[in-house]
């Protein structure tokens, strides 16, 4: 996501699917989404899809690289 011009906080890394549901007009939020279109939460769902998996691989694997804390 960073690629595409979005911050991602490690620590909380699925805050991203706000920024682009916004910057998209879905009206996506953390509290309650009963009333979410499937059309609008398929737009934010492919448009961070792929790229966020990436990304939390990428976070994933800079984790399993540390060496454990004691």
Known sequence: MRREGYAVDPNRP?????EVAKDMGVPLNP??????????AGKVGGKIGG????????????????????
């Open 14 to 18: 699925s805050d991203v699917k706000y």
């Open 51 to 70: 790229t966020m998996v990436r990304e939390m691989i990428r976070m994933a694997q800079e984790r399993l690289a540390k060496p454990p804390q004691q």
């Open 31 to 40: 509290v309650y989404n009963g009333r979410l279109e499937t059309e609008d």
